[in-house]
């Protein structure tokens, strides 16, 4: 007799490592988000006040306008080929390419007509997407960045915003002087995490001289992306803004899981809670380099948007705003900009062809060339 279907990711989880032993982190990660079935993003929309978090192009329209701003201004020094096209990854809501096409419809209008390609695997929230969009201005959704890539052959606009946190990240754990598999199985009946196998090959993103017990996490996926996109931009040129919460180095242990703008216990609720990790920036700036591209950053997203002319442009619209919205409008900008909110903890990396120069918002960062002046190599 077969058992029927599993009714809960829960039961999915508790059946196979009963079956077949412990499992990845990242493949734990990836069945609590992605499964087709029960799977976070799947069925739902976690996004605002009403979901489970909420993020920058939620918080303020100034955020996206921002956005839109940069990439007009990095398609103008590129040339405004008319084969360019826009991606977006992980879309959420919609909101944030809602906001970037206003402000190309008044100052970059070829951007509004360019192909638009969202790279989006949740049913529910391709739907919001849709209706924050319309259905024609989105030329194509696609599951995956092959995909996408596979859709043209111009240059590439693009922004991804809180979408590499959200993919499958491994762990291991230094034990008795090896790098170990860090795994999730069950331990009197619970899920809990365990030590697997000893590492075989050591990854060159895993942190030298690690204490006992120390955890690290790789996200091969996020590089794979990011040399896949790296290698795009070298031949078709483009520029592609990623955001996210992590550090230029390998964060460590960093998975943390959050259900109605709480953090809960990684294995309280599978498929019922977000879960994300720390973008290792450092590691995604390898990859591109290795692709033959360059990613400029991480620099701190409150300096970013300071650099970039946030403040004017919130000083403009505080000017014609009544009393309860421009304080509205005022807490926004510190939400996202003071470093005891998301200022410092998010990050803000350009991807580019190979190139030399400092684009705008990247000046005086550790690393770079600091004065010269800004020239697109793609
Ligand atoms: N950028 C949006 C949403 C961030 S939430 C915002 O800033 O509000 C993460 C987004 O990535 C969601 O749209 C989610 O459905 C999508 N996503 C998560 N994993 C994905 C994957 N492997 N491939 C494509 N999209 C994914």
């Not at 993003?41 to 993020?55: A, I, K």
């Not at 031949?235 to 990623?242: E, T, V, Y």
Request: charged share 20%.
């Amino acid at each position: 007799m077969t058992e029927p279907a599993p009714a809960t990711i829960a039961e999915t989880l508790h059946r196979r490592i009963r079956e077949n032993g412990p499992i990845g982190v990242d493949d734990y990660m990836a069945l609590c988000l992605g499964d087709t079935a029960h799977g976070y993003y799947h069925s739902r929309d976690p996004l605002g006040w009403r979901g489970d978090f909420t993020t920058a192009p939620e918080i303020s329209g100034l955020f996206g306008e921002m956005c839109g701003l940069y990439l007009a201004h990095m398609y103008e020094l590129a040339g405004m080929r008319d084969d360019a096209s826009v991606i977006e990854f992980g879309p959420g809501r919609g909101t944030l390419m809602r906001d970037m096409r206003h402000v190309w419809a008044r100052l970059m209008p070829s951007l509004n007509t360019a192909p638009l390609h969202l790279v989006e695997t949740s049913p529910a929230l391709r739907h919001v997407q849709r209706e924050t969009l319309g259905a024609a201005t989105v030329t194509e959704w696609h599951d995956d960045v092959e995909a996408a890539l596979a859709a043209g052959n111009g240059p590439l606009f693009g922004v991804a915003n809180e979408f590499f946190d959200a993919l499958p990240a491994a762990q291991v754990i230094h034990e008795s002087g090896t790098w170990h598999h860090r795994l999730v199985g069950l331990r009197d009946g619970e899920l809990a995490f365990v030590t697997g196998d000893a590492v075989a090959d050591v990854d060159p993103a895993m942190p030298d001289d690690p204490a006992d017990g120390m955890v690290a996490e790789l996200c091969p996926q996020a590089r794979h992306i990011v040399t896949l996109l790296g290698q795009a931009l070298a031949s078709r040129g483009g520029a592609i803004l990623i955001v996210d919460y992590g550090r230029d180095g390998n964060p460590g242990d960093s998975l943390q899981a959050v259900a109605d703008h709480r953090p809960v216990d990684l294995f309280a609720a599978p498929g019922d809670s977000d879960i994300s990790h720390w973008v290792d920036f450092a590691a995604l700036g390898h990859a591109a380099a290795r692709a033959g591209a360059r990613l400029v950053g991480p620099v701190s997203q409150g300096r970013f948007l300071m650099r970039i002319g946030l403040s004017t442009r919130a000083e403009q619209a505080a000017q014609h705003a009544a009393p309860e919205a421009r304080r509205a409008l005022l807490a926004a900008i510190d939400r996202l900009t003071s470093p005891a909110q998301m200022g410092e903890v998010f990050k803000v990396a350009l991807l580019l062809p190979p190139g030399a120069g400092t684009p705008p918002g990247f000046e005086n960062e550790a690393g770079l060339g600091n004065d010269e002046a800004w020239t697109d190599g793609g």
